[in-house]
């Protein structure tokens, strides 16, 4: 299984570096966690549950940071055993820089996995799912983190522009919103005029 994505945070790239390297926010951001603790430098044990279609299991597992280059990216290996549910083992590449305009940062991964015993078989779709559902989860806990500890950051964030054409800001209007009122306001124009 692989896996890419990349997020705009509103916090800056040296924040958002620590906090990817304090084991109690990645307790409260995995998805599951009720165990993140250092057990050496740049090794951190953890464990959590997961729910897999039909298949659950309690992990305990192995985090590994290597390459890292501060406040810039790391490679984190985990490996984690679930008893007769299975087994998981990866890699995950994370990448923090500046984005090209505007403040925060933006940052991407890239991530490989396998998993083997009954959680392999339920099927290669549902666990892509479940991995693609967990990341999104660790994101938005992450990014609620991020503002309750760096609330000026965000508070910077809602006077910007949007990032892309078409996309609110993160504390802005929604664009389906835009669309709504535009279309309220054609038709109470069409009904005056009749």
Known sequence: MEMQGSRRL????????????DPQVLKACIPGCDKVEATGDNQYAIGMAVKIGPVSARFAGKILLADVL???SYTLNFE???GAAGFGKGAAQVHLAPPAEGGGCELSYTAQAQVGGKIA??????VDGVAKAMA????KRFDDEMERRHPEAYMAQVALPPTAPGEAGRKGVPVWAWVLLGLAIVAALFLLRR
Do not use: H, I, K
């Open 70 to 72: 501060p406040p810039n």
């Open 136 to 139: 999104e989860d660790f994101f």
């Open 10 to 21: 509103a916090v800056s790239q040296q924040q958002a570096w620590d906090a990817l390297n």
């Open 121 to 126: 078989q339920v099927g290669q779709r549902l």
């Open 80 to 82: 984690g055993q679930g």
